[in-house]
């Protein structure tokens, strides 16, 4: 943003005539008259020159009163090319991701809402869709995924939660039908089909972890990494707890991902 300089009032024009002219002027009407013809045809103030605005951004314009050699490296300073972003502009970009679902029975208006890793691997192809999701931050995640990026489906709300196994997004996001189903548990009535709220992807599963990895172990080293530093200080399983779809850094899931490896903490 241009800073808007000051502009300094033009000097206070000096008195026509010093003190001691001024006492030494003429009484008479002749004199005063000559006085006055004196003062009158002294030369008229110059205006304080005020900077330009521009008439489309409304910023203001410093190029007058610049001198050549600023000029010359305003012009020579580069200029980002249309549709090139700084490295802080923008919302991050995600390529990793952890998906909660249900693996216990549990009815909502005679529906049974399960869905475990071993459900997912049932299906057809091993693949389908993540539908149901009714928070806005949970779909805004969904939004963000591209086809060949990996997620863990995190086992929730059941006796032991934690990390079950590794699937794919095979499909990005499209419109969930389920928000339309009255019959759905998911139906949603202010949804309308020409401005649907609600999306949904494809996950295909991949395979169960070599040992399940419980929230509390990972909560562990969320709590170790937040003291010590590590990568699990600000993953959002802890600081985004109650979003079912949440977003992981390369390094964050990498570093889950090895403790199938290691020993229980």
């Known amino acids: 943003m241009i800073e808007r300089k000051g502009l300094k009032p033009p000097p206070l024009l000096a008195a026509v005539a010093s003190p001691a002219e001024q006492s ?33 951004s409304g910023k203001i314009d410093d190029s007058e009163g610049t001198s050549a050699a600023d000029r010359k490296r305003k012009a020579a300073a580069p200029v980002a090319k249309a549709g090139e ?6 919302p991050p970009v995600f390529t990793h991701w952890l998906m909660k679902s249900e693996p216990e029975s549990r009815f909502e208006n ?25 928070n806005y931050q949970a779909r805004n995640f969904m939004r963000q995924m591209k086809e060949g990026q990996r997620a863990f489906f995190y086992h929730s709300n059941c006796k032991e939660p934690g990390v079950a196994g590794i699937m794919k997004i095979v499909k990005e996001a499209y419109v969930d039908h389920t928000q339309f189903d009255k019959k759905d548990v998911h139906y949603d009535a202010s949804s309308k089909p020409d401005s649907p709220k609600w999306s949904m992807v494809d996950v295909q599963f991949q395979r169960t972890m070599k040992r399940f990895l419980p929230l509390s172990e990972l909560k562990k080293y969320h709590l170790q990494h937040r003291a010590n530093g590590g990568p699990l200080k600000d993953v959002a399983l802890f600081t985004r707890a109650r979003v079912s779809v949440q977003p992981l ?17």
């Open 110 to 134: 005679g529906i049974d809402v399960k869905f475990g890793i071993e459900d997912l691997k049932a299906l057809p192809d091993q693949t389908g869709c993540w539908d149901g999701v009714r």
């Open 85 to 90: 972003a700084s490295e802080s502009a923008g």
């Open 24 to 56: 030494s002027a003429p009484a008479t009407a002749a004199g005063m008259l000559g006085y006055l013809k004196f003062e009158t045809t002294m030369p008229p103030k110059k205006r304080a020159r005020v900077s330009k605005r521009s008439p489309k």
């Open 249 to 265: 850094t390369s390094e964050e899931f990498d570093f889950i991902l090895s403790l199938e490896d290691k020993e229980p903490l």
